[in-house]
């Protein structure tokens, strides 16, 4: 389990607490009945598994005994891996109910996206400078021209989609705003789902913005994300920036 100081809750203003898909607020309980009840289920399916583990190894063990033997140990650790791991992420979750709150914050939750300020990721922008580097010399060189392009030109594409965001990611944090924005609906994209959001800005007029698959979040929770103060329909959600590291600023 993560908690990630730069996604606040919705309700309390408290960091979020993300796992295996599924995300919930420990400090007041938001989503709390959602994620257990997703936790309840993987810890099911992983039951389900650690019994087919069981039959296949009691197969061997019948079919062909020495091999079973060699494979039991190994057979016994993933079982017991697979059923009491989720089995405990499960009762933690359940048994921190008592430790929950339950209460609302609006001034909370204004003071934690408030916090929220951007750092440049030096490893990715690190990346993106070698890799153009890599290009360059693909084309520089010596050598057929001819063996040379399809790489070069597959790198070359790349570099360019990675810079247009590295770009965008410039311009909104050279103005930025954090606000909260909902998510209202998910579309099917080329490869994967696009998240549709709305949020207002500072002068309440209603923006909809585009986001990843955002795999974490699911319709009508809120993202916090970051728009360009100078062109306000102009936004990323805090989980898609590449280039730059979101993080909630110490008091």
């Not at 063996?147 to 410039?170: G, N, S």
């Amino acid at each position: 389990m993560k908690t990630r100081q730069e996604i606040p809750c919705q309700v309390c203003g408290q960091p979020r607490t993300f796992h295996v898909g599924m995300q919930w607020c420990s400090s007041c309980g938001w989503n709390r009945q959602a994620a257990l009840s997703g936790l309840r289920m993987r810890s099911r399916i992983m039951t389900g598994a650690a019994a087919f583990i069981l039959i296949a190894e009691a197969f061997l063990l019948w079919s062909i005994p020495p091999a079973g033997l060699i494979y039991l140990p190994l057979a016994l650790l993933i079982m017991a891996a697979v059923v009491i791991i989720p089995y405990r992420e499960y009762r933690n979750l359940q048994l921190t109910a008592g430790q929950t709150s339950n209460s609302s914050s609006p001034e909370a939750v204004i003071a934690g996206i408030q916090k929220l300020q951007p750092r440049p990721r030096i490893s990715a922008l690190f990346l993106l400078a070698l890799a153009s580097a890599t290009d360059i010399g693909l084309f520089l060189a010596p050598g057929s021209l001819a063996a040379r392009i399809p790489p070069a030109a597959m790198m070359l594409f790349l570099i360019v989609f990675f810079y247009r965001q590295f770009l965008r990611e410039q311009r909104i944090v050279a103005s930025y705003v954090p606000t909260f924005a909902k998510i209202v609906r998910f579309e099917k994209g080329r490869r994967q789902r696009v998240a549709i959001y709305e949020y207002k800005s500072s002068f309440e007029v209603p923006m909809t913005g585009r986001g990843s698959s955002l795999k974490e979040f699911s319709a009508g929770m809120a993202v916090p994300i970051l728009y360009n103060s100078a062109k306000p329909a102009e936004s990323l959600p805090v989980p898609d920036f590449l280039f730059y590291k979101i993080q909630a600023r110490l008091p």
